[in-house]
T-cell receptor, first 111, second 113 residues
Framework: QKEVEQNSGPLSVPEGAIASLNCTYS??????FFWYRQYSGKSPELIMSIYSNGDKEDGRFTAQLNKASQYVSLLIRDSQPSDSATYLCAARVNYGQNFVFGPGTRLSVLP | GAGVSQTPSNKVTEKGKYVELRCDPISGHTALYWYRQSLGQGPEFLIYFQGTGAADDSGLPNDRFFAVRPEGSVSTLKIQRTERGDSAVYLC???????????FGPGTRLTVL
């Protein structure tokens, strides 16, 4: 059973703080990982993808991958109220195969 | 259009009826995915097309669900004898190729009464 786990939250952080979102996956064959943001009533939007161990930075967002620990995280620096959304972690096992999504973590950035 | 489009945006039907949900992917994207999302859950994979063929349909819950992509572009998800448990948002996504990031459409909210 391929599983992706996330804390459902809500995770509340004050504006300007760093929000840290975590994700673990069960299938060691997972090769690529994705973070999506989903606003209420909207469809998921891709934020970042990560394929190799280590950090990947894009603006205020940093994705971290540790394949040995089967752990993926997303850091959001200088959090803004507009970052308030559900963040979905997804893993893909083989190229062309389906994505397995976690249940999402609800983030609330308080002004 | 620039993005993935889905029609209808909302569909209300009665238990036992047949429904079709349509997805128009981003032009040039060869891979197309269908997902189902219930409230408070992440998207649940249903089926993946590479071109015209279903490369992975392992997520279809039972034989009431079927999907086609006859010309390798637009796809239709078909649900027979709908049940109340089929109520969810049905999401379509496309990607340039199997190894690329997926981009989602706005979804179709299906309500089975």
């Amino acid at each position: 059973q391929k599983e992706v786990e996330q804390n459902s939250g809500p995770l509340s952080v004050p504006e300007g703080a760093i929000a840290s979102l975590n994700c673990t996956y069960s299938d060691r064959g997972s090769q690529s990982f994705f973070w999506y943001r989903q606003y209420s009533g909207k469809s998921p939007e891709l934020i970042m993808s990560i394929y190799s161990n280590g950090d990947k930075e894009d603006g205020r967002f940093t994705a971290q991958l540790n394949k040995a620990s089967q752990y993926v995280s997303l850091l959001i620096r200088d959090s803004q109220p507009s970052d308030s959304a559900t963040y979905l972690c997804a893993a893909r096992v083989n190229y062309g195969q389906n994505f397995v999504f976690g249940p999402g973590t609800r983030l609330s950035v308080l002004p | 259009g620039a993005g993935v489009s889905q029609t209808p945006s909302n569909k209300v039907t009665e238990k036992g009826k047949y429904v079709e949900l349509r997805c128009d992917p981003i032009s040039g994207h060869t891979a197309l995915y269908w997902y189902r999302q219930s409230l408070g859950q992440g998207p649940e994979f249903l089926i993946y097309f590479q071109g015209t063929g279903a490369a992975d349909d392992s997520g279809l819950p039972n034989d009431r669900f079927f999907a086609v992509r006859p010309e390798g572009s637009v796809s239709t998800l078909k649900i027979q004898r709908t049940e109340r448990g089929d109520s969810a948002v049905y999401l379509c996504a496309s990607s340039l190729g199997a190894q690329n990031e997926q981009f989602f459409g706005p979804g179709t909210r299906l309500t089975v009464l």
